[in-house]
C-alpha cells in the first residue's frame, strides 16, 4: 500500500534552543489509514502538524532535520500552494481559518489561487459542500454560522483542493456532540476514499475511528498502546 506521507528522522529546535522540541520521528500513513496522535499538552502535536503540512519550514522558522515527504517529494521543495494540494489541515478553531463573508467564496478560495478554471471550480465548491452536508450554504456568512457548521465549511474548504492526505489538529475540540459525529463520520468516508488521515486529539473517545494511534511524549513519537489510563497518569 502506497504511503501519501511519511516522516524520516523528524527534529526539530525552536529558534535559539539547542535541545530538540522532539527528534527521531518516524512515521508513514498509508491510503486509507486514520493514525491518531495523543500527546500532553506542550508536547508538540501541534508543531508536529505544522512540519507534516510544510509550514515548517516554508513558512514558520527554527531548525527542521529530517524530512517529509508528500509522495515521492520533499515538503523543502514545495511551494505553499503546491503542499495544499496534496495535504489540507484543519485546526482547532475553524475562526482561524474562515475569511469570506461567504461560504462558497471561502471553499474557492484554494483552487482560485491555483488558477483553476471557473467551471472546474464551481464543480469542486459544489462537491465539497455535498461531501460535507452544507449544499444549501453556499450564500450563507461563515462567520454567523455554529461551531460545527464552521469547522465543517473549514474542511469543505480542504477538500476543494482535492489533497490526498488530511491532518485534523484537535478539530474536533471545540464541537458539541452533534458536530463531533458529522465530522467523525467524514473522517470515515474520507478513510474508505484513500485518503491518509492523521487526527490529533485529547480524547480518546474520538480515536475509535483511528487505525492506530502514537503517542509524543518527551520528545518521542512511539506507538501508543491504548492504555488510556496509563495516558492519563503522564
Ligand atoms: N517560538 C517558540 N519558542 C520556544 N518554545 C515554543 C515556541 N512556540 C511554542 N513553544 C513551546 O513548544 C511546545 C509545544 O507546543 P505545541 O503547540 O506544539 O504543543 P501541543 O502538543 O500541540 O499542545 P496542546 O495540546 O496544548 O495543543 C510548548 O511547550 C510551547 O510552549
Ligand atoms: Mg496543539
Known sequence: M??????RDLAYFFCGQDRPLFSGVNLAVRAG???????????GKTTLCHCMSGIIPLIR?????????????????LTPPRVATRLGIVFQNPDTQLFFPRVEDEVAFGPEN??????????????????????EFRERNPHRLSG?????????????????ILIFDEALSQLDAEGRKRILALIEQMRDQGKAVVMVEHNPDNLGVADRTMLLHD?????FDGEWHRFAAL
Open 61 to 77: 522558522g527554527g531548525d527542521m532535520h529530517g524530512e517529509v515527504l508528500l509522495g515521492e517529494t520533499s515538503t523543502r521543495d
Open 219 to 223: 520528545g518521542e513519537l512511539t506507538r
Open 148 to 164: 460545527g457548521e464552521k469547522q465543517l465549511v473549514a474542511l469543505a474548504s480542504v477538500l476543494s483542493l482535492q489533497p490526498e
Open 2 to 7: 502506497s504511503a501519501p506521507l511519511r516522516i
Open 114 to 135: 491555483l488558477c483553476v478554471p471557473v467551471e472546474e471550480i464551481d464543480r469542486r465548491v459544489s462537491r465539497a459542500l455535498h461531501t460535507v452536508g452544507l449544499q
Open 33 to 43: 489509514e486514520v493514525v491518531g496522535i495523543v500527546g500532553l499538552s506542550g508536547s
